[in-house]
Structure formats: structure tokens, C-alpha cells
């Protein structure tokens, strides 16, 4: 089992950063891929960027690209996303996501809430 804790979001202009930061615990050696997905109120869940956890290659939604950046600290167990240049349109809860183990299970953190508006 993999547990996953978020904690960074809160209330931004539009233009401004925030980071978000995931620590995973349990069997984290085997984890594969983590992720950052979000969802607005009345929306879908989507994804908003991936790494994998061995080599580092990462993925982004188009809405971000150029703006938050995923990465990822071994040691640490933790996954960040920094997102800058923020608009209203990211507004959301932030969920992260782990892929584990062989059978590719799911883990979700409990989200956290990212707000930008003047």
C-alpha cells in the first residue's frame, strides 16, 4: 500500500505561484509513476502532469505547459508541482496520484484546494 499526503494550495492572484508538495510513505519502492490531477467544480478529474519515479521523464496537460513544472525528490519521497503564471482557470482541487507495484494500482491523496482570483 502507498499513502499519499498533499499540503501547498491555497488562495493566488491570477499571476502569481504556488507549489504544491506530495509525500508518499508505505511501498514507495514500488512506485512507478506519480502525478498531479485536478478538478474543478462541475468538471471531470484530469491530469495535470506526471513523472516517472526512475528516470525522471515527464508529461504535461497542454493547459500547463510552460507553467507548472513536475518534479520529484527520492530521498524525500515527495513530488512537487510548481505552478506559475496561475490563472482562474486552474482553480481546483489538486489530487496526487501514484501508480504502483506490477498490477499498476491506484493510490489518491485527499486533495488539496488551489484557488486564484483577484
Known amino acids: 500500500q502507498v499513502q499519499l499526503v498533499e499540503s501547498g494550495g491555497g488562495l493566488v492572484q491570477p499571476g502569481g505561484s504556488l507549489r504544491l508538495s506530495c509525500a508518499a510513505s508505505?511501498?514507495?519502492?514500488?512506485?512507478?509513476?506519480m502525478g498531479w490531477y485536478r478538478q474543478a467544480p462541475g468538471k471531470q478529474r484530469e491530469l495535470v502532469a506526471t513523472?516517472?519515479?526512475?528516470?525522471?521523464?515527464?508529461n504535461y496537460a497542454d493547459s500547463v505547459k510552460g507553467r507548472f513544472t513536475i518534479s520529484r525528490d527520492n530521498a524525500k519521497n515527495t513530488v512537487y508541482l510548481q505552478m506559475n503564471t496561475l490563472k482562474p482557470e486552474d482553480t481546483g482541487v489538486y489530487y496526487c496520484?501514484?501508480?504502483?507495484?506490477?498490477?499498476?494500482?491506484?493510490?489518491w491523496g485527499q486533495g488539496t484546494q488551489v484557488t486564484v482570483s483577484s
Open positions: 513523472i516517472i519515479t526512475s528516470g525522471g521523464s515527464t
Open positions: 496520484n501514484a501508480v504502483y507495484g506490477n498490477l499498476r494500482r491506484n493510490s
Open positions: 508505505g511501498s514507495v519502492f514500488r512506485i512507478n509513476v
